[in-house]
C-alpha cells in the first residue's frame, strides 16, 4: 500500500510538472504572437507612424498572398518602370493608403516602410550602430545572400570596392541602352 502512495505521490508530482511546462509555453507563445505585437503596434502608433494594425497570429502575409495573387493574374503593360504595384503589392498598398512612413507586419515582427528618399539616405548613411544589417541564420539563405548585402565593415569595403566599377555613370548609360534595344 506504501509504495502504490509513493507513486501516487511521484505521478501527481509529474504531471503538475508537465502542466506547468505547459502553462509556461501556452504563455511565451501568446507573449510572442499577441501580447508583444500589440505593445510594440501600440509603440509605432504613439510615435506617429501609420499603417495596418497587427492581425493574429499572420499579421499581413494572408493579404500579400492576396494582392501577389492578383497583381499576377492581371498582364503586365509593355515596357513600364511603374512595376512597384505588380512587384511589392502589399507595400505599394499600405504606401498608397497609410503615407510614405508606415507599418506592415510579417507574422508577429513589424516592418516600418520608408519611402522618403531623404529619409532612406539617412538611415544608409547613419554609422551609430542603430540600423543593422540583417543577419541570416538559416544556413541556406546565408550562403545565397553572402554578399555585400551581408557584410560589414572591411570586407563590406572589400565588396564595395570590387563591384564600384559596375555603377559608373558611363556604364549604366551603355547599359541602359542595351536594354532599350532588346526591347524594341
Known amino acids: 500500500m506504501a509504495i502504490g502512495a509513493v507513486l501516487s505521490q511521484q505521478w501527481s508530482l509529474l504531471l503538475s510538472l508537465a502542466a506547468l511546462v505547459a502553462l509556461w509555453w501556452a504563455w511565451r507563445v501568446l507573449e510572442l504572437a499577441w501580447v508583444t505585437p500589440r505593445r510594440l503596434g501600440r509603440a509605432l ?43 511589392a503589392p502589399l507595400y505599394h498598398s499600405v504606401i498608397k493608403e497609410h503615407g510614405k512612413i508606415s507599418v506592415t507586419w510579417f507574422g508577429p515582427t513589424p516592418r516600418v516602410i520608408v519611402n522618403d528618399p531623404k529619409l532612406v539616405r539617412e538611415i544608409l548613411a547613419n554609422k551609430s550602430g542603430h540600423f543593422r544589417k540583417r543577419k541570416f541564420s538559416n544556413g541556406i539563405v546565408r550562403r545565397l545572400a553572402n554578399g555585400l548585402v551581408s557584410h560589414d565593415g572591411e570586407k563590406w569595403a572589400a565588396h564595395r570596392k570590387i563591384i564600384n566599377p559596375a555603377f559608373h555613370l558611363e556604364k549604366l548609360k551603355e547599359n541602359d541602352a542595351r536594354f532599350r534595344c532588346l526591347l524594341q
Do not use: C, K, N
Request: hydrophobic residues 40%.
Open 45 to 87: 502608433r504613439a510615435q506617429g507612424l501609420g499603417g495596418r494594425a497587427y492581425r493574429f497570429p499572420f499579421g499581413d502575409l494572408q493579404e500579400f498572398s492576396r494582392l501577389v495573387a492578383v497583381a499576377r493574374s492581371e498582364p503586365m503593360l509593355p515596357p513600364s518602370h511603374d512595376i512597384t504595384a505588380r512587384v
